[in-house]
Nanobody, 120 residues
């Protein structure tokens, strides 16, 4: 199993970023997928999940209305569109294989992560 995130970076408050995750080594279309983030000095925080077919998506209250998760099963890709970013969104963002439980607290399901820094 390999999950490779990209798209992170430094962005000003109010800005946007789109994260991507390239999945390989498993049948991507058969798994719910998630994004988890971890801020410096804090524990992992679940951000969002999406069903196998993309028909259902779920968001943490902290990002609802600002973030959008999507997937392309033909390309084995997972995405996270992040808008109206605030400094509180600063974290390493991880793509995770599976639904909110158990991936949020089990790093074995995560990729290597991509850093998102929101600062002026």
């Amino acid at each position: 199993v390999q999950l490779v995130e990209s798209g992170g970076g430094l962005v000003q408050p109010g800005g946007s970023l789109r994260l991507s995750c390239a999945a390989s080594g498993f049948t991507f279309r058969l798994y719910d997928m998630s994004w988890v983030r971890q801020a410096p000095g804090k524990g992992p925080e679940w951000v969002s999940s999406i069903s196998t077919d993309g028909a259902r998506d779920y968001y943490a209250d902290s990002v609802k209305g600002r973030f959008a998760i999507s997937r392309d099963n033909t390309k084995n890709m997972l995405y996270l569109q992040m808008n109206s970013l605030t400094p509180e969104d600063t974290a390493i963002y991880y793509c995770a294989k599976g639904p909110r439980v158990p991936v949020t607290t089990n790093r074995n399901y995560w990729g290597q992560g991509t850093q998102v820094t929101v600062s002026s």
